[in-house]
Structure formats: structure tokens, C-alpha cells
């Protein structure tokens, strides 16, 4: 069993940076592909970045490239999104998603079996 707990989220005002911070439970947390996923009410849950499990391997969606950072500190269990220049769009709830059974981290949200409870990021214009 894998706990996440998302925190870091909040108001910000458009061009503003938030980082968000996901505390995983669990021994073998190093061997977990990690992912950040977003949800605005009504719309589907959408894939935001993702890490492989040395954190040497990294994914983005196209509209965060250049302006969000994924990484992970396996020594702490946790997993990081460093979010900058945000935009009004980037308004959301984010969650944080352990892939256990592969390490290469994917923006396949159904090869994630953990999520944490999300926390909400809102970017004002």
C-alpha cells in the first residue's frame, strides 16, 4: 500500500511560480515511476509530467514544457513539480500518481495505481 499527500498548492497570480510537493509512503518508493496530473471540474483528468524512478528520465505535456520541473529526492520519498510562469489556464486540482508496477514514469493515467487526495492550484489573471 502507497500513501501520497500533495501539498503546496494555492492562489497565485498569472506569471507567478508555485511548487507542489508529493510525501510518498512505502520502502521500494525509488522503484515507482511518478507522475502530476491535473483536473478542472467537469473536464478529464490530463497527464502534466511525469519521472522515472532515478529521476534521470523526464516527461512533459506541451503546453508545461519550458515552464514546469518534475523531479524526486528517493532519499526523502518525495516527488516535486516546480511550476513557473503560470497561466490562468494552469488553474486546476493537481494530483500526484505512483506507477508501482513499472519505473519509467508514463503520462498513461490508468498505469497509475496510488493518488493522493490532490491539492488545488488557482492562477489569477
Known amino acids: 500500500q502507497v500513501q501520497l499527500v500533495e501539498s503546496g498548492g494555492g492562489l497565485v497570480q498569472a506569471g507567478g511560480s508555485l511548487r507542489l510537493i508529493c510525501a510518498a509512503s512505502?520502502?521500494?518508493?525509488?522503484?515507482?515511476?511518478m507522475g502530476w496530473f491535473r483536473q478542472v471540474q467537469g473536464k478529464e483528468r490530463e497527464f502534466v509530467a511525469a519521472?522515472?524512478?532515478?529521476?534521470?528520465?523526464?516527461s512533459y505535456r506541451d503546453s508545461v514544457k519550458g515552464r514546469f520541473t518534475i523531479s524526486r529526492d528517493n532519499a526523502k520519498n518525495t516527488v516535486y513539480l516546480q511550476m513557473n510562469s503560470l497561466k490562468p489556464e494552469d488553474t486546476a486540482v493537481y494530483y500526484c500518481?505512483?506507477?508501482?508496477?513499472?519505473?519509467?514514469?508514463?503520462?498513461?493515467?490508468?498505469?497509475?495505481?496510488?493518488w493522493g487526495q490532490g491539492t488545488q492550484v488557482t492562477v489569477s489573471s
Open positions: 500518481a505512483a506507477d508501482t508496477d513499472a519505473g519509467w514514469g508514463t503520462s498513461r493515467r490508468y498505469n497509475y495505481a496510488y
Open positions: 512505502g520502502r521500494t518508493f525509488s522503484r515507482y515511476g
Open positions: 519521472i522515472n524512478w532515478s529521476g534521470g528520465i523526464t
